[in-house]
């Protein structure tokens, strides 16, 4: 069986740091890729960051990128998203998900085959 478990979220003030954890179990890192998304209250859901399985290439959207950075410990089944000078608008529901691929990683939420229940960020004084 395939599981995911985000873990690391809470609350925060403006500028401040956060670390998500995302461990896995039932799927292979070196064949799936994984991305980070997050969804406010009202909103879609939001691709942030991805990792690519075969060379750990990543990518950030541009609302993130030079303050978030995904990386992975495939010892540890674990792909963390270090978050930076955190703002009110970072604030929703994190998720990360899994991509069954050896291509480049993507951050379109239907390119994934598995997700994990989510956990909540929020950003504010």
């Known amino acids: 069986q395939v599981h995911l478990v985000e873990s690391g979220g809470g609350l925060v003030p403006p500028g401040g740091s956060l670390r998500l954890s995302c461990t896995v179990s039932g799927v292979h890192l070196d064949y799936y890729n994984i991305g980070w998304f997050r969804q406010a209250p009202g909103a879609e859901r939001e691709g942030v960051s991805c990792?690519?399985?075969?060379?750990?290439?990543?990518y950030n959207t541009d609302s993130v990128k030079g303050r978030f950075a995904i990386s992975r410990d495939k010892a540890k089944n674990t792909i963390y998203l270090q978050m930076n000078s955190l703002q009110p608008e970072d604030t929703g529901n994190y998720s990360c998900?899994?991509?069954?691929?050896?291509?480049?990683?993507?951050?379109?939420?239907?390119?994934?085959?598995?997700w994990g229940p989510g956990i909540q960020v929020t950003v504010s004084s």
């Open positions: 990792i690519s399985s075969s060379d750990g290439r990543s």
């Open positions: 998900a899994a991509q069954l691929s050896l291509k480049m990683c993507t951050v379109v939420p239907q390119d994934h085959n598995y």
